[in-house]
Protein backbone atom coordinates (compact mmCIF):
# COMPACT_ATOMS: atom_id res chain seq x y z
CA UNK A 1 0.00 0.00 0.00
CA UNK A 2 2.79 3.03 0.58
CA UNK A 3 3.48 2.18 -2.70
CA UNK A 4 0.59 2.85 -4.64
CA UNK A 5 0.19 6.30 -1.97
CA UNK A 6 3.64 7.32 -3.14
CA UNK A 7 3.19 6.67 -7.10
CA UNK A 8 -0.10 8.75 -6.32
CA UNK A 9 1.61 11.64 -4.44
CA UNK A 10 4.28 11.57 -7.51
CA UNK A 11 1.79 11.86 -9.96
CA UNK A 12 -0.20 14.84 -8.19
CA UNK A 13 3.10 16.58 -8.08
CA UNK A 14 3.66 16.14 -11.50
CA UNK A 15 0.60 16.91 -13.03
CA UNK A 16 0.16 20.58 -10.92
CA UNK A 17 3.83 21.46 -12.14
CA UNK A 18 2.46 20.50 -15.98
CA UNK A 19 -0.06 22.90 -15.50
CA UNK A 20 1.60 25.83 -13.10
CA UNK A 21 1.67 28.78 -15.11
CA UNK A 22 4.92 29.50 -17.30
CA UNK A 23 7.67 31.31 -15.80
CA UNK A 24 7.60 35.11 -17.14
CA UNK A 25 10.74 37.00 -18.20
CA UNK A 26 12.03 39.82 -16.48
CA UNK A 27 10.81 42.87 -18.56
CA UNK A 28 12.40 46.56 -17.17
CA UNK A 29 11.28 50.11 -18.62
CA UNK A 30 13.35 52.82 -18.63
CA UNK A 31 11.31 55.49 -20.72
CA UNK A 32 10.43 59.28 -19.93
CA UNK A 33 7.28 59.32 -18.03
CA UNK A 34 6.11 62.01 -20.36
CA UNK A 35 5.71 59.77 -23.21
CA UNK A 36 5.39 55.90 -21.52
CA UNK A 37 3.81 54.64 -17.92
CA UNK A 38 5.84 51.10 -16.75
CA UNK A 39 2.37 49.81 -16.60
CA UNK A 40 1.98 50.31 -20.49
CA UNK A 41 5.31 48.95 -21.77
CA UNK A 42 4.80 45.53 -19.13
CA UNK A 43 1.54 44.52 -21.16
CA UNK A 44 2.82 45.23 -24.54
CA UNK A 45 6.35 42.73 -23.69
CA UNK A 46 3.43 40.82 -21.79
CA UNK A 47 1.44 40.60 -25.21
CA UNK A 48 4.52 39.90 -27.46
CA UNK A 49 6.76 37.25 -25.86
CA UNK A 50 5.08 33.93 -26.75
CA UNK A 51 5.07 30.58 -24.28
CA UNK A 52 7.12 29.22 -27.13
CA UNK A 53 9.81 31.97 -26.52
CA UNK A 54 10.84 30.75 -23.36
CA UNK A 55 11.94 26.85 -24.89
CA UNK A 56 14.74 28.59 -26.89
CA UNK A 57 15.45 31.34 -25.01
CA UNK A 58 15.19 30.41 -20.82
CA UNK A 59 13.65 32.52 -18.62
CA UNK A 60 16.35 32.18 -16.45
CA UNK A 61 18.50 33.38 -18.68
CA UNK A 62 17.54 36.25 -20.45
CA UNK A 63 15.48 39.64 -19.80
CA UNK A 64 13.96 42.34 -22.16
CA UNK A 65 14.59 45.63 -21.67
CA UNK A 66 12.40 48.86 -23.15
CA UNK A 67 13.20 52.56 -23.70
CA UNK A 68 10.98 55.29 -24.94
CA UNK A 69 12.56 58.77 -25.31
CA UNK A 70 11.20 62.14 -26.98
CA UNK A 71 8.99 65.00 -26.25
CA UNK A 72 7.69 68.05 -27.98
CA UNK A 73 9.93 70.42 -30.42
CA UNK A 74 9.57 74.22 -30.81
CA UNK A 75 7.32 73.72 -34.04
CA UNK A 76 5.01 71.60 -31.40
CA UNK A 77 5.88 68.22 -33.53
CA UNK A 78 6.10 65.47 -31.24
CA UNK A 79 9.39 63.19 -31.92
CA UNK A 80 9.43 59.75 -30.28
CA UNK A 81 12.27 56.86 -30.46
CA UNK A 82 11.62 53.55 -29.38
CA UNK A 83 14.06 50.77 -28.16
CA UNK A 84 13.38 46.97 -27.20
CA UNK A 85 16.62 44.61 -26.48
CA UNK A 86 16.88 41.04 -25.24
CA UNK A 87 19.96 41.33 -22.78
CA UNK A 88 21.65 38.35 -20.46
CA UNK A 89 20.50 37.63 -16.73
CA UNK A 90 22.61 37.75 -14.07
CA UNK A 91 20.45 36.51 -11.39
CA UNK A 92 17.61 39.41 -10.67
CA UNK A 93 19.40 41.85 -12.99
CA UNK A 94 20.00 42.42 -16.61
CA UNK A 95 23.76 42.95 -17.98
CA UNK A 96 23.74 45.46 -20.44
CA UNK A 97 25.44 43.19 -23.59
CA UNK A 98 22.13 43.19 -25.70
CA UNK A 99 21.90 40.01 -27.99
CA UNK A 100 19.02 41.86 -29.95
CA UNK A 101 18.04 45.44 -30.86
CA UNK A 102 15.33 46.95 -32.63
CA UNK A 103 14.61 50.77 -32.54
CA UNK A 104 11.84 52.36 -34.62
CA UNK A 105 10.97 56.54 -34.83
CA UNK A 106 8.22 58.23 -35.35
CA UNK A 107 7.04 62.20 -35.51
CA UNK A 108 3.63 63.57 -35.82
CA UNK A 109 3.15 67.19 -36.44
CA UNK A 110 0.46 68.92 -34.28
CA UNK A 111 -0.07 66.51 -31.95
CA UNK A 112 -1.93 66.77 -28.25
CA UNK A 113 0.29 65.12 -25.35
CA UNK A 114 -2.36 61.94 -25.56
CA UNK A 115 -1.53 61.69 -28.93
CA UNK A 116 1.86 61.73 -28.62
CA UNK A 117 1.71 58.93 -25.95
CA UNK A 118 -0.53 56.67 -28.55
CA UNK A 119 2.54 56.85 -31.09
CA UNK A 120 5.47 56.08 -28.47
CA UNK A 121 3.23 53.23 -27.42
CA UNK A 122 2.58 52.18 -31.12
CA UNK A 123 6.10 52.69 -31.92
CA UNK A 124 6.87 50.64 -28.71
CA UNK A 125 4.77 47.98 -29.78
CA UNK A 126 6.81 47.75 -33.64
CA UNK A 127 10.46 47.64 -31.31
CA UNK A 128 9.48 44.62 -29.40
CA UNK A 129 7.55 43.35 -32.30
CA UNK A 130 10.81 43.48 -34.32
CA UNK A 131 12.66 41.54 -31.65
CA UNK A 132 10.24 38.97 -31.18
CA UNK A 133 10.43 37.99 -34.70
CA UNK A 134 14.56 38.14 -34.77
CA UNK A 135 13.97 35.66 -32.40
CA UNK A 136 11.65 33.47 -33.31
CA UNK A 137 10.59 34.13 -37.29
CA UNK A 138 6.89 32.81 -38.55
Not at 16 to 45: E, G, I, V
Not at 62 to 79: H, N, P, R, Y
Not at 90 to 97: C, I, V, Y
Request: net charge positive; glycine share 4%.
Amino acid sequence: MPTVRLLAALLTASASAAFAAPASYLTLDHSSDLLMDNATAQALWKDNLPAKLSKLYPVSKWGFLSEVEGGFSDAKVCIVTARAMMLPRSGKALLFKPYKTASTFGIQAAASEEQCRALAKAKLGEAIAAVRFALLPI
